[in-house]
């Protein structure tokens, strides 16, 4: 699979489908942390208040973590960077309305695998950094964080 369309050849050994899911899962990292984070409901028992960002993540932060993958030394990552950042990629999908952590987790797991079975350990240890660097700009949550590692450990 070509990383880019228009870009020099970079070929890896992934399906279409493959691809997809290594470019989609940063995002959907960063949704599931969002997502995953209590949001103020109005109930007296509800310990957010109204336009309280702290439960949002830092996006600043984790789009620094996605653009920093601009230079690594792994093709994978900088194919899945220029993607990301390409005006073809539309910014969301339907897809994202039903991204949820154990969702994510499982896309992870799936995510290990491919990197275990198609890729070299450089590129596939070279994404998991990247990508557990992305969640750990947006994720304080290291319940979530923890999750990430296991899903993308592969046994």
């Known amino acids: 699979m070509q990383t880019q369309p228009g870009a020099q050849s970079t070929e890896l050994p992934l399906s279409r489908a493959e691809w997809e899911l290594l ?64 005006e073809e990629t539309p910014a969301g999908s339907y897809t994202d309305r039903a991204v949820d952590q154990a969702g994510v987790l499982s896309e992870c797991h799936i995510a290990a695998q491919i990197l275990h079975d198609r890729l070299s350990l450089a590129d596939a240890t070279a994404y998991q950094d990247w990508l557990l660097s992305v969640a750990g700009c947006c994720a304080p949550d290291e319940e979530f964080h923890d999750g990430l590692k296991r899903a993308l450990t592969f046994t």
């Open 23 to 86: 470019v989609r899962l940063p995002r959907h990292v960063m949704l599931a942390v969002a997502k995953g984070r209590p949001q103020h409901t109005g109930s007296p028992h509800d310990l957010s208040t109204p336009g309280d960002t702290s439960a949002l993540p830092d996006t600043a932060a984790a789009d620094a973590a996605v653009d920093a993958g601009r230079q690594a030394t792994s093709q994978l990552v900088r194919g899945v960077v220029a993607v990301i950042r390409s």
